[in-house]
């Protein structure tokens, strides 16, 4: 059984009316990386307050105002273009997903694959899973061909910013998808301690999790075909879930049907962040490049709700804290919104 350790801590105030009142503190400590989230529900109430709910008119208007000129709508047609040496046409495309060279490159292959080029949809819940699906399967090719053009690109990411607080430029749904020989921190961390625990237990911690999550049911949300969506126990990011594949350690190795399960689940989860109030979220896949990995880490991929889009927004996952610390502090426990989450799982699958 993984120990999930819990302490909690009482502080005593008088309020401006001279009563005293107490607020419970908690902080949790992962299990497998020891970091801390602290939970306080009372901050609840500022977070109304202080962050609000999302602009819907505003990000209408931003809808219409940046379709005419999105590079994205149109990148089938006038797009950047990988090198004739890498990919033949140019551009990978499965659907209406597209994958084109980022602009601005932070790897040897930087690219970003416009989730449906013909869609320029600035709700959440108007992505269908088919699209996602078609996104990944498409980042997925990229990287396979990535290895294929050069053997030393073996470290890779895939992930999506939407909408400004969720750190996006281009407000049209798109994945970034990056390749490079130097290997990513915090996949490097994580693949280091699964391998520390089945060394010493023998099992895998993720099939562990899993499996103590489905039971305990407070912080399993569901699952869609071999993917099981949880909530984590101390998240590092505000109402983090995350989709895990047991079997696979890597993108490289997901099947079709794999890949539809985690387009179906990630639909849901950015569904949910809509329903919250939050539209902005981020989320990255935690890939490893060596197949042989699956006997102690389980391909993942993590998602959070960003702040609330509107006019005037502040990123409060991003002070000092969470920022240079790491340890973030969150207004509602991750047993309370996987109760909201598991409706929209226990719906089944329902596309746009």
């Not at 047991?246 to 794999?258: F, M, P, W």
Request: glycine fraction near 8%; charge should be neutral; hydrophobic fraction near 35%.
């Amino acid at each position: 059984m993984l120990n999930f350790r819990t302490i909690k801590e009482n502080f005593n105030m008088f309020a401006p009316d001279g009563k005293l009142f107490t607020q419970e503190i908690e902080h949790r400590i992962d299990p497998l990386t020891g970091t801390v989230a602290t939970v306080n529900t009372f901050l609840g109430e500022k977070a109304k307050a202080f962050l609000g709910q999302a602009d819907t008119e505003l990000l209408e208007k931003l809808q219409n105002d940046t379709k005419p000129n999105c590079p994205f709508c149109v990148a089938e047609k006038s797009g950047t273009r990988f090198s004739k040496e890498f990919i033949e046409a140019g551009f990978i495309k499965f659907g209406n997903s597209i994958a084109v060279p980022n602009l601005f490159s932070k790897a040897g292959i930087d690219a970003v694959v416009i989730v449906n080029h013909t869609q320029h949809v600035l709700k959440p819940s108007k992505i269908s899973s088919e699209d996602f699906g078609n996104a990944i399967r498409t980042g997925v090719e990229l990287i396979k061909r990535g290895r294929r053009f050069n053997e030393g690109y073996v470290h890779h990411v895939m992930g999506m910013n939407f909408l400004n607080p969720g750190g996006s430029s281009v407000p049209h749904p798109h994945f970034q998808v990056h390749l490079r020989s130097v290997p990513y921190s915090g996949i490097t961390e994580i693949l280091r301690l699964s391998k520390d625990y089945y060394e010493k237990t023998g099992s895998s911690y993720w099939q562990n999790l899993v499996k103590q999550e489905e039971d305990e049911k407070v912080r399993f949300a569901g699952r869609v075909g071999d993917v099981s969506w949880i909530t984590p126990f101390a998240p590092a990011h505000q109402k983090e879930v995350w989709g895990v594949l047991g079997g696979k350690s890597t993108l490289y190795d997901v099947t079709d049907a794999e890949i539809d399960s985690l387009g179906k689940g990630i639909q849901k989860v950015v569904s949910f962040y809509e329903e919250e109030g939050h539209f902005s979220y981020t989320f990255a896949f935690f890939s490893s490049p060596l197949s042989e990995d699956a006997k102690h880490f389980a391909l993942q991929v993590r998602l959070c709700a960003r702040p609330a889009f509107k006019a005037l927004y502040s990123n409060y996952d991003t002070w000092f804290t969470p920022k240079f610390i790491g340890d973030e502090v969150h207004t509602t426990a991750p047993e309370d919104y996987c109760k909201r989450l598991k409706n929209l799982f226990d719906k089944g699958v329902s596309d746009v």
